[in-house]
T-cell receptor, first 117, second 110 residues
Framework: DAGITQSPRYKITETGRQVTLMCHQTWSHSYMFWYRQDLGHGLRLIYY???????DKGEVPDGYVVSRSKTENFPLTLESATRSQTSVYFC????????????????FGQGTRLTVV | DQQVKQNSPSLSVQEGRISILNCDYT??????FLWYKKYPAEGPTFLISISSIKDKNEDGRFTVFLNKSAKHLSLHIVPSQPGDSAVYFCAAGRQGNLIFGKGTKLSVKP
């Protein structure tokens, strides 16, 4: 199916564990993003990637690691999960952002609800 | 410091009336701005966007206005419908760095 998919949809993990959230898109979009959504904070950008092997920090990158070895995948890893990382995580992809045109929208996945206990 | 601010956490409007959602930003280097709509347990969905070189963009019932001197944008929904009830996020971007506001919860009452 075409689109952007996140897995798993729900995850419970223990403090200190490593956990990886997966994101896969089928459009060959150059840009991919990871956001977290928390009450009172809206959507905060964790990391983004302009192309394979190019990643940049967003607003809240601490405690997270990303990689982009292939254009279609953008996994997010919490190397040692903490309770403050309990959140809903959204992956998004887009093509040719920042061209000065009307702006190509970013398409979002359904989200991963992560609980760290 | 927040680069994109939505100062109204909620807004209630009567069906058929205009809904106006506001957004302020601090970084004059943003190239483009977007509005998203979000229902519970779903990812945000794109509504409308505007380039920094324009001051208005219209798509059906949705119009976005950009005032660069004031660093302010707004989304107008006319007429509002109960199905428009959702959380609305504004976002601003430059070269892939796409920053969102905290969102405004719109309730459209029949």
């Amino acid at each position: 199916d075409a689109g952007i998919t996140q897995s798993p949809r729900y995850k419970i993990t223990e403090t200190g564990r490593q956990v990886t959230l997966m994101c896969h898109q089928t459009w060959s979009h150059s840009y991919m993003f990871w956001y977290r959504q928390d009450l009172g904070h809206g959507l905060r950008l964790i990391y983004y990637s302009a192309a394979a092997d190019i990643t940049d920090k967003g607003e809240v990158p601490d405690g997270y690691v990303v990689s982009r070895s292939k254009t279609e995948n953008f996994p997010l890893t919490l190397e040692s999960a903490t309770r403050s990382q309990t959140s809903v995580y959204f992956c998004a992809s887009s093509d040719l952002l920042g061209t000065g045109n009307s702006g190509t929208e970013a398409f979002f996945g359904q989200g991963t609800r992560l609980t760290v206990v | 410091d927040q680069q994109v601010k939505q100062n109204s956490p909620s807004l209630s409007v009567q069906e058929g009336r205009i809904s106006i959602l506001n957004c302020d930003y601090t970084n004059s280097m943003f190239d483009y701005f977007l509005w998203y709509k979000k229902y519970p347990a779903e990812g945000p969905t794109f509504l409308i966007s505007i380039s920094s070189i324009k001051d208005k963009n219209e798509d059906g019932r949705f119009t976005v206005f950009l005032n660069k001197s004031a660093k302010h944008l707004s989304l107008h929904i006319v007429p509002s419908q109960p199905g428009d009830s959702a959380v609305y996020f504004c976002a601003a971007g430059r070269q892939g760095n796409l920053i969102f506001g905290k969102g405004t919860k719109l309730s459209v009452k029949p």
